[in-house]
T-cell receptor
Framework: RKEVEQDPGPFNVPEGATVAFNCTYS??????FFWYRQDCRKEPKLLMS???SGNEDGRFTAQLNRASQYISLLIRDSKLSDSATYLC????????????FGTGTQLKVEL | NAGVTQTPKFQVLKTGQSMTLQCAQD?????MYWYRQDPGMGLRLIYY???????DKGEVPNGYNVSRLNKREFSLRLESAAPSQTSVYFC???????????FGPGTRLTVL
């Protein structure tokens, strides 16, 4: 079983749509959680951290459910520029501040 | 502020050749990391350095060595390249536990 699991997609949505991505993680001792965005042939970049209380950044909302070991990302009013791969990332604690990455969910926003 | 820089951007090697991938960060971060990214596999940790003077193995260390030259620089060496090491290699750094990691632009390596 993968430690961080995501639906690989692709999700093809029209511009203006709302789209949600989900992620599950296996280590209940995980300490911190992130969504990263990766454009084609580029490096991953932090989109947002994910907190237990939920957090919002403009059109993006992230939620964490520790009991179910589940993380979500909601994108409202999708733009063409949102097309990318979204990586669910978990810090499982322990030494070295190591991150465990999901394989990513691909989003394509179309006219 | 350049952030995290990597050289080279592209490299083609023949099986058995050696090379060193260079990484430097100018953010005064303590921890640095080397990952590889392969299709369908996600990013996998090769080695990391929690602080200057220390290095530790990650998930896929075989065939690689690292050197934390100073606080800024963390290099990855392939002593005898194999086709299975064809991948995109990313270096990253972060400032404190549980904080985000910042990534370099990557090195695309092909081993023939």
């Amino acid at each position: 079983r993968k430690e961080v699991e995501q639906d690989p997609g692709p999700f093809n949505v029209p511009e203006g749509a709302t789209v949600a991505f989900n992620c599950t993680y296996s280590n209940s001792a995980s300490q911190s959680f992130f969504w990263y965005r990766q454009d084609c042939r580029k490096e991953p970049k932090l989109l947002m951290s994910v907190y237990s209380s939920g957090n919002e950044d403009g059109r993006f909302t992230a939620q964490l459910n520790r009991a179910s070991q589940y993380i979500s990302l909601l994108i409202r009013d999708s733009k063409l520029s949102d097309s990318a791969t979204y990586l669910c990332v978990v810090n499982e604690g322990g030494g070295g501040n190591k991150l465990t990455f999901g394989t990513g969910t691909q989003l394509k926003v179309e006219l | 502020n350049a952030g995290v820089t990597q050289t080279p951007k592209f490299q083609v090697l023949k099986t058995g050749q050696s090379m060193t991938l260079q990484c430097a960060q100018d953010m005064n971060h303590n921890s640095m990391y080397w990952y590889r990214q392969d299709p369908g596999m996600g990013l996998r940790l090769i080695y990391y350095s929690a602080s200057e003077g220390t290095t530790d193995k990650g998930e896929v260390p075989n065939g690689y060595n690292v050197s934390r030259l100073n606080k800024r620089e963390f290099s990855l060496r392939l002593e005898s390249a194999a086709p299975s090491q064809t991948s995109v290699y990313f270096c990253a750094s972060n400032s404190a536990p549980y904080n985000e990691q910042f990534f370099g632009p990557g090195t695309r390596l092909t081993v023939l």
